[in-house]
C-alpha cells in the first residue's frame, strides 16, 4: 500500500501539458533529457515515429491513484464486487429492547 502511495504521489508530479481526468489512460515516457512526461498517444499510436522511451501506461481512478493499464482489467473486476456489495441493502430486525445477553464485566 504504501509502495503504490509512493508511485501515486510520483506520478502526480510527472510533466504534463493537459488536464488529466479520472477514467483515462495515460502514457508515460522519458526524454533524453531523463524528463518523464505523460502523453495521451501510446505506443502504437505513435508508431515509428515515437519521440521518447515508453516507460508504462497508467489509469487515473477516481480517487486520483494510478492502475497500471496492464492492471486495469483486475482492478475493474474488484471495484465491480465491492460495487455489488455496497449496492445490496441489508434490512436489521428492529429491536424494541436492549439486549445484554452474553455480556459479562
Same mark, same amino acid.
Given at each position: 500500500?504504501?509502495?503504490?502511495?509512493?508511485?501515486?504521489?510520483?506520478l502526480h508530479?510527472?510533466a504534463c501539458?493537459?488536464?488529466?481526468?479520472?477514467?483515462? !489512460? &495515460?502514457?508515460? &515516457?522519458?526524454?533524453?533529457?531523463?524528463q518523464r &512526461?505523460?502523453?495521451?498517444?501510446?505506443?502504437?499510436?505513435?508508431?515509428?515515429?515515437?519521440?521518447?522511451?515508453?516507460?508504462?501506461? &497508467?489509469?487515473? %481512478?477516481?480517487?486520483?491513484?494510478? !492502475?497500471?493499464?496492464?492492471?486495469?482489467?483486475?482492478?475493474?473486476?474488484?471495484?465491480?464486487? *465491492?460495487?455489488?456489495? *455496497?449496492? %445490496? %441493502?441489508?434490512?436489521?430486525?428492529?429491536?424494541?429492547?436492549?439486549?445484554?445477553?452474553?455480556? !459479562?464485566?
Amino acid at each position: 500500500v504504501l509502495e503504490d502511495a509512493k508511485r501515486d504521489a510520483d506520478l502526480h508530479h510527472v510533466a504534463c501539458n493537459f488536464v488529466k481526468k479520472p477514467g483515462n !489512460t &495515460y502514457y508515460l &515516457y522519458r526524454r533524453e533529457s531523463g524528463q518523464r &512526461y505523460f502523453s495521451l498517444l501510446s505506443p502504437k499510436e505513435w508508431g515509428a515515429n515515437c519521440p521518447s522511451e515508453f516507460l508504462a501506461g &497508467y489509469r487515473l %481512478q477516481h480517487d486520483l491513484s494510478w !492502475t497500471p493499464s496492464d492492471e486495469a482489467e483486475k482492478r475493474d473486476a474488484e471495484l465491480n464486487v *465491492l460495487e455489488k456489495l *455496497l449496492d %445490496q %441493502q441489508a434490512v436489521l430486525p428492529p429491536c424494541s429492547e436492549p439486549n445484554f445477553r452474553g455480556l !459479562t464485566m
